[in-house]
């Protein structure tokens, strides 16, 4: 295996979930499976990779991953609330132990006052606690999947490392 990918944050993570016998699911929007495809780079991530949903529509959040349809409305699909709920349906839905999941506004268009493109929402649902992160990317579309794809992975690692400072934006 090239020494990039064991560098990898979807290796480090690996060997995390794995050391700890944790079971990994994903709830993913803009990022369209960016993250799940990430994670399956790594051979033998069936150890701990328990599965994704790509919840792209709101019916799909709702019906797949229990977002409350208030919630939709009070806050939209970009926000912490929906991350948080997103999070918490994929690891209920798959029987994982930690869930990791994202919404945003990929662009070109789509951006909302308040909300610009770019706007990313990431979220982790797990035994011990929930968080959220903010970004607000500003790359084309392409690059601000990726960047989010990235944005859930360093959550999921900080998660794992035990850092203390996983949450941002306003409750």
């Known amino acids: 295996m090239e020494n ?49 949903v790509v919840a792209y529509a709101n019916a799909v959040k709702t019906q797949h991953l229990g977002v409350a349809p208030g919630t939709l409305e009070r806050h939209g699909a970009v926000s912490r609330e929906t991350v948080l709920e997103m999070a918490r ?20 268009g789509g951006g909302l006052p308040g909300k610009p493109v770019g706007t990313t929402w990431t979220g982790l649902a797990a035994g011990d606690g929930e968080w959220a992160r903010l970004f607000c990317w500003d790359g084309d579309r392409v690059q601000n999947k990726r960047d989010s794809a990235e944005a859930v992975l360093l959550l999921l690692l900080d998660y794992l490392q035990g850092s203390r400072d996983l949450d941002s934006g306003q409750p």
């Open 89 to 108: 349906g994929a690891r209920r839905l798959l029987s994982a132990d930690i869930a990791v999941s994202v919404s945003g506004i990929a662009g070109p």
């Open 4 to 52: 990039t990918l064991k560098d990898s944050l979807e290796f480090q993570i690996g060997d995390l979930l794995r050391a700890r016998g944790l079971r990994l699911a994903t709830a993913e929007s803009c990022t369209g499976g960016l993250v799940a495809d990430r994670i399956t780079d790594i051979p033998g991530a069936s150890d701990y990779f328990a599965g994704g």
